[in-house]
């Protein structure tokens, strides 16, 4: 019997570890705009997103935004946005990617305080969607389909 990876792979899909970190949350370490950073993996976020204070760091333009983020306890914050961004995940491209940026504070807290590392960002369910992902759980890893060239 074929494994999931063996069939993935020859669907053109890339596998890329995850980490589990101490607050039970899936890591990814993902380059944007060529600068490589920490990500948490979630679902839930409708958008990929990055901390005001790695604006910079991440050689991001930014603009403003009537966009409203809430999460992690937090609510109604103000955000700003960047377009155009490029984004790698392994060998997994996109060169569209439209970045909400908004402060990070609170999730970073609230992972320092659980014995586990800040993250510079979010990868949302925009990037999910797009790559057509599958997550293995069992296996900490995540597919990403390649667009066929």
Known sequence: MATLKKILKDKNYVRI??????????????????????FILDTGASNTCIGLDRIEQFKLISEES?????????TNMETLVSKKNTINLNSWQYKKLEI???????????????????VDGIIGADILKKSKAIIDYNKKCIYLKKKKR
């Open 17 to 38: 570890p995850l980490a589990l970190t101490a607050t039970d949350h899936l890591e990814i370490i993902a380059e944007i705009n060529s600068v490589e950073g920490r």
């Open 100 to 118: 909400v940026l908004f402060d990070l504070k609170h999730v970073n807290e609230a992972l320092t305080t659980h014995n586990a590392a800040p």
């Open 66 to 74: 009537i966009i409203k983020a809430a999460g992690a306890g937090a």
